[in-house]
């Protein structure tokens, strides 16, 4: 597993980096040992940057991440805490990863929907009365732009790649009738799932034939 670990507004020393290494590979070898990579982020947080935050992040098969976030008051504390999140994701999912690894990491390109993703700057409150004499447009202003794949999956891999990813929605295109579907985590912890009408008749149709 290639390893990056790095510092935001603070040095990480050898000491730390070893400790990492050692954790994640455990980790990496017992729950899954398949992981590509790894980056573990430390950043000094908070008021006078009493609290260190961490955020780790594996990719484990294609355009599979896992993510996790933690802080506290010392490096060692705030990985390890992290860490322990990664590994309770891994074994969550442990058996549905290894016995789908090779469907997962082998999807023909036709099966990958290519699509762009867009950040939004948010607009700032405004008086009502209030008027800058500069003409505003009803698009957002865009702040960032990446390319992005929407994959192909099951109703259950989408909700295990949404949740080891950390990530509040996911959208992807139905295995079943190849329409485009959406799950997300609603305020009340269950998760939703938005399937078009036209999906189930394609189903429908595709068992009466």
Do not use: C
Request: charged share 30%; glycine share 6%.
């Amino acid at each position: 597993m290639e390893l990056t670990v790095q510092g935001k507004q603070m040095d990480v020393g050898d000491a730390l980096r070893t400790y990492v290494s050692e954790k994640l590979e455990e980790i990496n070898q017992k729950y899954f040992n398949h992981a590509a990579f790894a980056t573990v982020t430390f950043s000094k947080e908070g008021h006078g940057h009493g609290v260190i935050n961490t955020h780790i992040q594996i990719r484990v098969g294609k355009d599979i991440m896992v993510l996790a976030d933690s802080q506290a008051g010392d490096s060692y504390g705030s990985f390890d805490t992290a860490a322990e999140k990664i590994a309770k994701q891994l074994r969550r999912y442990k058996k549905r990863l290894r016995d789908h690894r090779d469907r997962l990491e082998q999807t023909p390109e036709s099966e990958i929907l290519k699509a762009r993703a867009y950040t939004l700057a948010s607009e700032p409150e405004k008086d009502e009365n209030e008027d800058d004499g500069i003409p505003h447009g009803e698009d957002p202003v865009i702040v960032a732009e990446i390319s992005t794949n929407i994959q192909t999956m099951s109703v259950s891999d989408a909700v295990m790649r949404m949740d080891l990813s950390g990530q509040t929605a996911l959208l992807f295109r139905n295995a079943k009738h190849k329409e485009l579907n959406m799950v997300y985590r609603r305020p009340d912890g269950n998760i939703g799932w938005v399937d078009p009408e036209n999906g189930q008749e394609k189903i429908s149709l595709a068992k009466r034939a």
